[in-house]
């Protein structure tokens, strides 16, 4: 049986609420997350009891949120979590392009997934492929395999709520393949979901201080979860600022023509590696996911050959 619950969150001068949100999506048109008006939009989560629908409306220094579906309670205490309200907003003095960085995008927070096995298949999914056709494998699985949440306004697109994680153990290989999943990626996310329970209750909607490592430390012990999955999920899902994200094409290349002279920036992305990257965040800790963000978002990345995912700017 549905029900509906109701709350306002408070949140800071400027904050984005789409912005932030849009971290967590698969790109335009995925059915978990549909942008309305501006400053409204609705989410589809797959809670304990099955899917919730998440209407949001951003106010004047508020966000007015409605949560509808079996045992909406479970996220109220999550959303303030999601919203991203518990990463700060890290200012920087130098170098200068850093610093306007940071002003124009003052609204962005990194958000907390309130579940954590959906956010991984998100990621296993991009894992060396184009974002276009991991988005597209996401859309096809929830589509064809998630379920309807809340009512669908008129005129609205249906809201879809991401596959259980037991549809997901049960799902045959040519399921996925019929999605266009890679199966190497199918027999990660089937093994991802066996580990479900533990992960979910690793995680605890983040309330933990050790949330995020107990997750990690499960996730490593799967066939093919490495650096690349754990550092991004952390940054890009878990809520950690100052994640670092190894093994990426493009992430060291954009970092390092970032911060270069501008007569050398191209000559610094062509040779960038991981370690080039590192030091180059290292001032930043405890933000280097964060500044990493920040770069990708309005930073000019050099290079689109990235096997990975667009620019964070280029997703909605």
Not at 245 to 262: I, K
């Amino acid at each position: 049986m549905a029900d509906t619950v109701s709350t306002v969150v408070s949140v800071p001068p400027r904050y984005d609420l789409v912005g932030t949100l849009a971290l967590l999506t698969m790109g335009r048109g995925d059915p978990c997350f549909r942008v309305g008006s501006p400053g409204r939009l609705r989410l589809a989560i797959s809670g304990p009891s099955g899917p919730l629908a998440v209407s949001l409306a951003a106010g004047d220094g508020t966000v007015s949120i409605e949560v509808t579906g079996p045992d909406p309670e479970w996220l109220t205490p999550l959303l303030p979590r999601l919203l991203g309200l518990r990463s700060d907003h890290a200012q920087f003095d130098s170098p200068p392009r850093l610093r306007d960085l940071a002003n124009r995008y003052a609204g962005l927070r990194l958000p907390q997934v309130p579940a954590v096995v959906p956010r991984v298949v998100q990621i296993v999914l991009q894992q060396l492929v184009s974002f276009r056709d991991a988005a597209h494998g996401w859309r096809e699985l929830v589509t064809r395999h998630g379920e309807t949440a809340g009512e669908n306004p008129v005129g609205q697109p249906r809201l879809i709520a991401p596959p259980s994680a037991k549809t997901l153990a049960k799902l045959p290989s040519h399921e996925y393949v019929a999605c266009g999943i890679l199966p190497q990626h199918a027999r990660r996310i089937v093994g991802v979901a066996r580990e479900a329970t533990k992960l979910e209750a690793d995680w605890a909607g983040g309330l933990r201080p050790d949330s995020a490592e107990r997750v990690s430390r499960r996730l490593a012990a799967q066939p093919g979860i490495g650096p690349w999955t754990l550092g991004y999920l952390r940054g890009a899902g878990l809520g950690d600022s100052d994640a670092v994200v190894l093994g990426d094409y493009s992430f060291p290349r954009s970092v390092a023509y970032f911060f270069a002279n501008p007569s050398e920036a191209d000559a610094a992305a062509e040779k960038a590696t991981d370690e080039e990257m590192l030091r180059l965040l290292e001032p930043y800790r405890p933000y280097r996911f964060y500044v990493l963000s920040l770069i990708l978002k309005g930073g000019g990345p050099p290079l689109r050959k990235g096997p990975h995912r667009p620019p964070l700017r280029d997703r909605l």
